[in-house]
């Protein structure tokens, strides 16, 4: 049949398995916008209040569900508005498709209203991206863009598409969804060395991240730990692959993870990481970075073995096809010595917060929201002290249920995360932990909620300052506070409800208690402003450049 490339790109779209996409209107998508607003029994559009958010929501939708998310924009500043988004995605390698208009073919190149040369300005911060300049291509383009995000290492892709594209007419053939069948091959020599390698360790160590999450491999990763009695330890990115109350589960490693973690990666022999970088937050000194090791490195992206940290042995796969043919060649061990060292780490080093119920402590607030809230909840963070006492006290047990910013770090990704999560799951709790500096970065996206009735609950954790940065400042900077009290007076319960939204403000957890009991029961988003003190520390903490000998946790 003969269609418009508006249509073809729906077409297209609804071709692989696309439900929502996320966006914001302008001159040069408008004819994508009259397809879908013919089509809209076919995809929801989800209208965010910035582009930012779009992107966020994109991404968000795609850590919740492990589908491909996707957002629209127009040329120029539209286009421009989603950069940070899709360099979010880039960094923590989730898949996303990020859709802009931009002007008429004669046009690029003469500096035209709202032209920029967005595939050049994404180029660094995408897996691949197109510039559609035949409709007759357009078609095959999506389904390629969908191919590259999705496959090997995930990760967003960019398609921008003049406006006499999506005007242009040509015949439409249906092709199906993209199949996405990887195989890698790992040979019975590669399986035996791993395998020897394990049997000959006394004190074997797992370092395990997103890869493990992305392949949904926590459950092959448990038995083998299991079998082979090897503790493990897991970045940011792998929250809830394997419950922290696993006995073999060390907790988070890193700059902010348990000293038990990193005393053992110091001390073992024999270090395995799958589906991990050895990023700069892990590895904070690569020099001193397991020093007594020998480190096998299993990643699906063979760009990352011997980046940052030189290994013994590297096999290139994803974590599931590693893990399950590994497996059969894994020898049933013991290490009780090894573990009895780390039991007595973990009781005399971790570092237990005190409780007090008359105020509200970052520790308490996650245990809370645990305590009043469904198993299955979604967690969704923004990125400073919060990102990092949600990330070491949030209670998850299950994959794709804490989505933060890990890699870029970004500011203000929280709320389009949410909004994200919970489109694609609307009976599902989804929960928006962050901070005061955090929250006015894309605040405005409260309207998006309201305007779709989804019932995010947001919960500030309001100390009043930029508590990361000022934390640093305390620590290394003679308390010299250059910009990390901003004097804000802002009415977060008066601000909610000028949104439509409902707001409260507590002071300790009785109240946030009472708080939560009464957001669980609301159809809409309710905002919690919860006090607390501006000079809690995250800790314990390993500062850049440092090793476990440099760990502050008082």
């Known amino acids: 049949m003969v269609k418009n490339g508006a249509e073809i790109l729906i077409d297209a779209l609804v071709e692989q398995g696309v439900d929502t996409i996320f966006g914001y209107p302008g001159g040069a998508v408008l004819n994508i916008y009259d397809a879908l607003y013919k089509n809209s029994d076919r995809i929801r559009h989800i209208l965010t209040a910035h582009e930012q958010g779009a992107a966020?929501?994109?991404?968000?939708?795609?850590?919740?569900?492990?589908?491909?998310?996707?957002?629209?924009?127009?040329?120029?500043?539209?286009?421009?508005?989603?950069?940070?988004?899709?360099?979010?995605?880039?960094?923590?390698?989730?898949?996303?498709?990020?859709?802009?208009?931009?002007?008429?073919?004669?046009?690029?190149?003469?500096?035209?209203?709202?032209?920029?040369?967005?595939?050049?300005?994404?180029?660094?911060?995408?897996?691949?991206?197109?510039?559609?300049?035949?409709?007759?291509?357009?078609?095959?383009?999506?389904?390629?863009?969908?191919?590259?995000?999705?496959?090997?290492?995930?990760?967003?892709?960019?398609?921008?598409?003049?406006?006499?594209?999506?005007?242009?007419?040509?015949?439409?053939?249906?092709?199906?969804?993209?199949?996405?069948?990887?195989?890698?091959?790992?040979?019975?020599?590669?399986?035996?060395?791993?395998?020897?390698?394990?049997?000959?360790?006394?004190?074997?160590?797992?370092?395990?991240?997103?890869?493990?999450?992305?392949?949904?491999?926590?459950?092959?990763?448990?038995?083998?730990?299991?079998?082979?009695?090897?503790?493990?330890?897991?970045?940011?990115?792998?929250?809830?692959?394997?419950?922290?109350?696993?006995?073999?589960?060390?907790?988070?490693?890193?700059?902010?993870?348990?000293?038990?973690?990193?005393?053992?990666?110091?001390?073992?022999?024999?270090?395995?990481?799958?589906?991990?970088?050895?990023?700069?937050?892990?590895?904070?000194?690569?020099?001193?970075?397991?020093?007594?090791?020998?480190?096998?490195?299993?990643?699906?992206?063979?760009?990352?073995?011997?980046?940052?940290?030189?290994?013994?042995?590297?096999?290139?796969?994803?974590?599931?096809?590693?893990?399950?043919?590994?497996?059969?060649?894994?020898?049933?061990?013991?290490?009780?010595?090894?573990?009895?060292?780390?039991?007595?780490?973990?009781?005399?080093?971790?570092?237990?917060?005190?409780?007090?119920?008359?105020?509200?402590?970052p520790h308490q607030l996650l245990r809370t929201v645990a305590e009043e809230t469904p198993e299955d909840t979604i967690i969704a963070t923004d990125v400073g002290q919060h990102q990092l006492w949600s990330a070491q006290y949030n209670g998850r047990k299950h994959v794709r249920q804490f989505l933060t910013s890990g890699g870029l770090g970004t500011m203000g990704f929280g709320y389009g995360a949410a909004l994200g999560a919970q489109v694609a799951f609307p009976d599902r709790t989804v929960v928006h932990i962050t901070g005061d500096g955090s929250f006015h970065m894309n605040l405005n996206e409260i309207c998006t909620a309201v305007s779709y009735n989804l019932p995010v609950i947001t919960i500030i954790m309001n100390n009043r300052v930029l508590g990361n940065v000022r934390q640093w400042q305390t620590m290394f900077y003679g308390s010299r506070y250059s910009q990390t009290d901003p004097h804000r007076k802002t009415d977060y319960v008066k601000l909610a409800d000028a949104f439509g939204a409902r707001g409260v403000r507590v002071t300790n957890i009785a109240e946030l208690r009472d708080a939560l009991r009464e957001a669980m029961k609301r159809t809409g988003p309710v905002l919690i402003d919860a006090q607390i003190d501006k000079d809690e520390r995250v800790l314990p903490m390993i500062p850049a450049g440092g090793t476990v000998d440099d760990l502050v946790t008082e």
């Not at 290492?153 to 015949?171: F, Q, S, W």
């Not at 043919?325 to 290490?335: D, F, G």
């Open 56 to 361: 966020h929501a994109a991404d968000g939708y795609a850590r919740a569900t492990g589908k491909v998310g996707v957002c629209l924009a127009t040329s120029g500043p539209g286009a421009t508005n989603l950069v940070t988004g899709i360099a979010t995605a880039y960094m923590d390698s989730i898949p996303m498709v990020a859709i802009t208009g931009n002007v008429g073919t004669s046009l690029i190149g003469r500096d035209s209203f709202q032209e920029v040369y967005i595939a050049g300005i994404t180029m660094p911060i995408t897996k691949h991206n197109f510039v559609v300049r035949d409709v007759e291509e357009l078609a095959d383009t999506v389904r390629d863009a969908f191919r590259i995000a999705a496959s090997g290492r995930p990760g967003p892709v960019l398609i921008d598409i003049p406006k006499d594209i999506t005007a242009a007419k040509c015949e439409f053939i249906p092709k199906g969804k993209v199949e996405i069948n990887e195989t890698y091959e790992i040979s019975d020599e590669e399986l035996q060395t791993v395998a020897d390698m394990i049997a000959a360790s006394e004190r074997p160590m797992i370092y395990y991240g997103g890869g493990v999450e992305t392949s949904d491999a926590g459950d092959m990763l448990l038995q083998l730990q299991r079998k082979a009695d090897i503790p493990s330890a897991h970045t940011m990115m792998a929250i809830g692959c394997i419950p922290d109350t696993e006995p073999l589960s060390l907790g988070m490693i890193g700059m902010h993870g348990t000293v038990s973690a990193a005393w053992a990666v110091e001390r073992c022999d024999l270090l395995v990481c799958i589906g991990a970088r050895f990023s700069d937050r892990v590895a904070t000194n690569t020099k001193r970075f397991a020093p007594s090791a020998k480190v096998i490195h299993v990643d699906i992206d063979d760009a990352e073995i011997n980046k940052n940290i030189g290994v013994d042995y590297a096999i290139v796969s994803d974590a599931e096809t590693f893990l399950e043919k590994v497996m059969p060649y894994i020898k049933e061990a013991k290490h009780d010595a090894w573990r009895a060292q780390i039991t007595e780490w973990q009781t005399k080093l971790d570092y237990v917060p005190k409780d007090d119920e008359s105020v509200i402590h």
